[in-house]
């Protein structure tokens, strides 16, 4: 049999070299989460249901970044947190809420708040715009079943629907309005642009957004029955990728299921994994993978390795997987495992094109679930997907759907993750820009401009544990 060595983060350290970076803002972060998906913030939130739905993936799209909404939810419930990111920001809003005119204040007020939105546009059967209902319309009105006919604004501002944004701008600040609705010849709605939208903008330059400035959101999807149609919705909702998510991803039932994606959604990105070697990335790239996803058991929360015994090293996994975006152009995203800004540019000097982070993000202010005190400290609640507390859950909420099942018991789920918790770290944007800063930093000690010459001139050097104890803050208290 053989044996090779690996290594991980922790057992090397990049060799300063000659640079002519004379500021760390000269240096471009730009990666790729895919073929086609590209970040200038290369950091992705991992598809945990701790870690990421719409309010994660919104903050992270708008730093620059990308969030994967977690699949561990209905598949309506997944392709509504799509809609919600799809919808947070547009340049046009093709589509906006609208409502009729004999409907009653109660029922605005209900679906402001279950589409999160501050406003409603009032269309006739043929969808002519007859006015505007907004929060401060309906606030402090006793009656619920009273007519949107006496309390919407009628008098509008409008546009045509090819009013261009510069045009739109001058029109909301000159009449002092939020919304601008865009009517055709008949008085038709066509569309919506508001204040807020294009106030973000200016207010987020390295955004991630697709060609009609949406924000971009992926979403993920298994392998087992229904995800071609859990794919297809998504995707209708409007995901910018499908992330196929196994733990172990270099297995002929996830490349066949990849193989099936491929075939059935020709257009879409598709990001599989997770594979810990060069083969695996190799045969997801080529049953049609855009991104391939590397990391078995490096995760914070992951037994997998010491449950099954199973995985690589993760730096040396992303290297040797690395190999596939120089043959193929296909992206590798390290996975899991990162714990400082310093593994992150390692990971990128590996030859990562973008990396994905849990405990990392978990704490931020967006990630989802309660913020618990304890010991004067604030911290969120964080759990491996397949830590007995996730898998109760999720087989249950399965099972539910089919009555003929009992209830999964303890005994019967060997977890390979754990439940644990999260240091709060306030709004994703400070930690998202204190990552960055140390991926700069670490590029400019090796010269690198952009992550492609970081690939090329980046230089690792083995240490001790003792050259890892130097390296940390030490002999402070002697
Ligand atoms: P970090 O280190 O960023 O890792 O917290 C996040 C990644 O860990 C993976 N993950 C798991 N791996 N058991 C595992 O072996 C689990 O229960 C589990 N849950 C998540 C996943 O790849 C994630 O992105």
């Not at 939020?178 to 973000?200: H, Q, S, V, W």
């Not at 992330?243 to 959604?265: Q, S, Y």
């Not at 590798?332 to 590996?350: E, H, M, N, Q, V």
Request: proline content about 4%; charged content about 30%.
């Amino acid at each position: 049999m053989d044996m090779r060595e690996a290594l991980t983060f922790h057992d090397v350290l990049l060799v300063p070299k000659r640079s002519s970076i004379a500021s760390r803002r000269g240096v471009d972060t730009t990666g790729r989460f895919s073929r086609r998906i590209k970040l200038k913030v290369p950091i992705v939130s991992a598809n945990m249901d701790t870690v990421t739905e719409s309010r994660m993936a919104v903050a992270l799209a708008r730093a620059g970044g990308l969030g994967i909404i977690h699949r561990f939810l209905t598949l309506e419930e997944e392709a509504a947190q799509v809609a919600k990111v799809k919808r947070s920001e547009n340049i046009v809003i093709e589509s906006p809420y609208t409502i009729g005119p004999d409907e009653t204040v109660g029922r605005a007020r209900g679906l402001m708040r279950e589409h999160g939105v501050g406003g409603l546009l009032v269309v006739d059967v043929k969808g002519r715009l007859l006015g505007l209902v907004t929060e401060r319309d309906v606030q402090f009105r006793d009656k619920s079943e009273e007519s949107l006919r006496r309390v919407m604004t009628t008098k509008l501002v409008t546009a045509p629907p090819d009013v261009g944004l510069e045009k739109a701008r001058e029109i909301l600040r000159d009449h002092k309005v939020e919304k601008l609705p865009l009517i055709d010849k008949d008085g038709r709605l066509k569309g919506l642009i508001t204040a807020r939208d294009i106030k973000n903008r200016r207010l987020y330059p390295d955004a991630s957004v697709d060609s009609k400035g949406r924000l971009l959101v992926g979403a993920a999807v298994g392998v087992v029955s229904g995800y071609l149609e859990r794919a297809a919705a998504v995707l209708e909702a409007g995901a910018d990728c499908l992330v196929v998510d196994v733990a172990h991803g270099h297995a002929d039932h996830v490349i066949k299921a990849v193989e099936n994606l491929r075939r059935k959604f020709p257009k879409a990105e598709i990001v599989a994994g997770n594979v810990a070697t060069y083969e695996g990335a190799r045969d997801l790239a080529a049953a049609g993978a855009d991104g391939v996803k590397v990391g078995v058991g490096p995760g914070s929360i992951c037994s997998t390795r010491i449950i099954s015994g199973a995985g690589v090293p993760q730096l040396t996994a992303v290297m040797d997987c690395a190999r596939i975006t120089k043959e193929n152009d296909v992206p590798i995203i390290a996975d899991g495992g990162l714990r400082d800004s310093g593994d992150l540019a390692k990971a990128f000097a590996g030859g990562a094109s973008s990396v994905m982070l849990g405990s990392l993000l978990a704490g931020a202010e967006e990630s989802p679930g309660w913020t618990v005190v304890r010991g004067g400290a604030r911290w969120k609640i964080y759990r491996g997907m397949a830590s007995l507390g996730a898998t109760l859950t999720r087989k249950n909420k399965e099972r539910r759907e089919d009555e003929a099942l009992d209830p999964i018991e303890v005994s019967e789920v060997v977890p390979e993750g754990v439940e644990s918790m999260a240091p709060y770290k306030g709004p994703v944007a400070e930690v998202l820009f204190q990552l960055i800063g140390g991926v700069r930093s670490g590029m400019s000690y090796s010269g690198a401009a952009t992550l492609p010459e970081f690939w090329k001139k980046a230089e690792f050097t083995r240490i001790t544990s003792a050259s890892w104890a130097e390296s940390r803050p030490h002999h402070l208290d002697k």
